[in-house]
């Protein structure tokens, strides 16, 4: 049988002209091979041709190569749409043989360049290679491309002139030939397979889908919902003998056959029943997942046949709907302690609220252990989740449908009451919860005392949210945690408005450090012996827009919370080396740095470009160190002191005595300066043991070498005792005057401070 489109099935012809549309992503490479190779040869010999047909055929392999990859395979679905699509077809391909053709024209006749004649004959004749196979769907294609692409080499061949070329383009006519008679192959060997395929499919329609050794039930159902084809899974899962046993009983009856042997029950049957029916009847497919009695689950699928028969097949799916459910439960439940995690009880609680009456109120508390991380950091994780799950045993007892418990996250719990009466019922109920979790328990040995920390808010449904709920329960727990732990809190609307003004604070401070709108004043620090300023503390103070002057005790914390102490430390160090160079040379300034600043080296850069940029002597400047700094990280920080000693630097110890251990830092740090905290100098009048300890204090740190300075001076009666029995070489505190501006300072460096004559005139009086 000649394999013409006359001579061939019509549905085979169309298949043919669909492969045409089929793979095409090796046309833009071949585009692009060719593009390149023209522009190789202009390159070579600099012909203008080629820079014009490099990119014509690019554009023309591009545009064959769109205009198939646009074409839906459904159009071509019959005799006459195969033939149209087949003339479009030969349209672009005849384009894109013409544009190629006249490269190998060209490069051959006009080249006079051997190269080029070599790469325009590699290229076709690379090119034809595929001819055979991308286009054997349509003989018409094959001829077209043949003649456009390879014709053309061997015309510029045979035209140049010798004998020798003209052989050699009569010898390429043969092998047009061959390029066309591969194709032929390659339309009767698909052919054969094709009708082959096509006879054994026929053959083998019903009995491939009902083999016994697949995994699977098989039914296969006629228009009146019979039997006609099963297998032998289908047969062992439904309690037959042999598959013959199923032939033609109805699909009802072999459901109620589970119904009659109490695997199923009667609502499974029915569900199953009208699905599956109505998915056989209206060809559609559908899945239906039954449950039996004894636990076993199988998945019915409903799926469209051929000639009027449906085909139901069905598998055993216990394992996989027992991995499900696992599956499930994992997502839904906290693993340690089976109580629903974070993402559940949100779901559950949303449900609730949104069902029953809107009017009523409902409750919610948030549970945390307290100093919960010591105890993973001391003991381990191990026990700390043992003391996680003992608070979840105990909240458990509590869990009703009424009352919802979760674990949170961490050693967060939370607890939903659905319908509470009164904020007083709720708080005696929640009252009864907290107090039956206090008490110790066993932890792997361990003998631990189970301590939260609760808060609770209670809202009319109509008015409330769970995630509104979840950040008012917190802001009560942050009040508990706040007021001492081991409580907890019912939520007030003060405490919101404190955590946003709080949040509104933190973003004022944050845009008052970036605009640098912080002022620094100066407290002074008096010579003890000349009544003179001999140095300041820089301070730092923040004027706010609407709240006015906001105290450092405030917003300093505000600030060490956000991570911006450093930030102000910059701006306080900047602002005092500048305005003590303004000062007389005698006079030094003080900054306290924080411990943040010594957990990097930035420090040192730090202090060295405030030196820089004010032209100050270092020796002017003085380092407060807070024993707090040096609790971290001792030994980093005590290299970052020493290297900014190295500068020139003065260090002074702030705050002496209200640390953990003062004495071991005044041997170990390169100090100059011992600043004597304020709540000594408070204690004086209390008697003499008060008074000694100064002494005492004051006696060891000068026969380290180091100079001291008394802060908290407030009273004359004070500044009579220090002169008399103390005699610390610098005193600082209200009694000299309050915080100046640096202009303050510096009109009164030459002062003589107006309380000396008052205090050392009393001195004679003075007893104790």
């Not at 459904?74 to 077809?89: F, K, M, P, T």
């Not at 192959?185 to 698909?190: G, S």
Request: hydrophobic share 45%; glycine share 8%; with cysteine.
């Amino acid at each position: 049988m000649k394999n013409s489109k006359n001579s061939i099935p019509e549905d085979v012809y169309v298949g043919y002209i669909r492969s045409l549309f089929q793979d095409v992503g090796v046309l833009p490479l071949g585009a692009l091979c060719y593009a390149l190779i023209a522009v190789l040869l202009y390159y070579k010999t600099g012909q203008v041709a080629q820079l014009l047909l490099g990119p014509l055929m690019l554009v023309a392999g591009i545009w064959r190569y769109f205009k198939i990859t646009r074409v839906d395979h459904a159009l071509i679905s019959d005799y006459a749409s195969a033939l149209a699509w087949e003339r479009r077809y030969l349209w672009w391909g005849s384009m894109h043989g013409v544009v190629v053709g006249a490269f190998g024209f060209v490069s051959i006749f006009w080249g006079n360049d051997s190269f080029a004649e070599l790469a325009a004959v590699s290229a076709i004749l690379c090119g034809t290679i595929t001819i055979a196979g991308r286009n054997y769907g349509s003989r018409k294609m094959v001829s077209v491309l043949t003649l456009t692409i390879v014709f053309p080499i061997a015309l510029a061949l045979m035209m140049k002139g010798d004998i020798y070329h003209f052989i050699l383009g009569m010898f390429i006519a043969p092998f047009m030939l061959v390029v066309m008679k591969m194709a032929e192959l390659v339309r009767t060997v698909l052919f054969t397979a094709i009708s082959e395929e096509k006879r054994s499919t026929r053959l083998a329609q019903r009995f491939d889908r009902a083999l016994n050794t697949m995994p699977h039930g098989l039914l296969m159902l006629n228009n009146e919902e019979r039997v006609v084809v099963s297998n032998a899974q289908a047969a062992e899962m439904l309690g037959f003998r042999s598959s013959e046993q199923m032939l033609g009983r109805t699909l009802k009856s072999l459901l109620m056959r589970g119904v009659a042997s109490g695997l199923l029950s009667q609502r499974d049957y029915a569900y199953a029943e009208e699905h599956l029916s109505k998915a056989l009847r209206e060809g559609r497919d559908r899945k239906v997942l039954l449950s039996m009695t004894n636990g076993r689950h199988f998945e019915f699928a409903a799926r469209e046949g051929h000639d009027e028969v449906g085909v139901l097949t069905f598998e055993e799916v216990t394992s996989r709907v027992e991995a499900e459910e696992k599956i499930r439960f994992m997502a839904r439940y906290d693993s340690l302690t089976s109580l629903p995690n974070r993402a559940y009880f949100h779901e559950k609680v949303t449900e609730a609220m949104a069902a029953g009456d809107q009017d009523r109120l409902c409750g919610l508390a948030v549970l945390d252990l307290d100093d919960f991380k010591s105890v993973n950091d001391t003991l381990g994780h191990p026990v700390g989740d043992g003391l996680i799950y003992a608070m979840a045993e105990r909240l458990s007892a509590f869990g009703s449908d009424n009352v919802r418990i979760s674990r949170f996250g961490g050693d967060e719990f939370m607890i939903f009451f659905n319908q509470v009466d009164s904020e007083a019922a709720f708080s005696a109920q929640f009252d009864e919860i907290f107090g039956a979790l206090r008490g110790e328990v066993d932890v792997a040995g361990h003998a631990m005392r189970l301590q939260a920390s609760g808060g609770a808010v209670v809202v009319s449904v109509r008015d409330g949210d769970v995630d509104s709920m979840i950040v008012k329960a917190d802001l009560a727990l942050y009040k508990a945690k706040e007021l001492g732990k081991n409580g907890w809190r019912l939520f007030e609307t003060e405490m919101d408005v404190a955590f946003r003004n709080r949040q509104i604070m933190k973003a004022d401070l944050r845009s008052a450090i970036e605009a640098r709108n912080l002022r620094v004043v100066y407290q002074p620090i008096v010579d003890a012996r000349t009544m003179r300023i001999a140095s300041c503390e820089a301070l730092c103070r923040w004027d706010h827009p609407e709240l006015g002057l906001v105290s450092p005790s405030v917003f300093i914390p505000l600030a060490e919370e956000m991570g911006l102490i450093s930030e102000i430390s910059s701006v306080v160090l900047d602002a005092a080396c500048k305005e003590c160079a303004k000062w007389p040379e005698q006079i030094g300034v003080s900054v306290n740095l924080s411990a943040k600043d010594f957990r990097s080296s930035d420090v040192v850069n730090k202090v060295r470009s405030a030196l820089q940029a004010a032209d100050i002597s270092p020796n002017r400047l003085e380092i407060e160190v807070t024993e707090t700094a040096l609790l971290n990280d001792t030994e980093a920080t005590i290299a970052y002191i020493r290297t900014l000693k190295g500068l020139g630097v003065r260090i002074a110890l702030d705050d002496f005595g209200t640390g953990y251990s003062s004495l071991s830092y005044l041997h170990t740090l390169p100090l100059d300066k011992v600043k004597i905290d304020g709540s000594f100098v408070a204690n004086l009048k209390e008697g003499q043991r008060s008074l000694y300890l100064l002494q005492g204090v004051v006696d060891l740190s000068r026969k380290l070498g180091l100079a001291v300075t008394v802060e908290g001076v407030e009273r004359f009666d004070q500044l009579k005792l220090l002169e008399s029995f103390v005699k610390p070489d610098l005193l600082q505190g209200f009694l000299f005057g309050p915080a100046l501006t640096a202009s303050g300072i510096e009109t009164m460096a030459e002062m003589k401070q107006p309380v000396v004559t008052k205090a050392r005139a009393g001195r004679n009086r003075l007893s104790l």
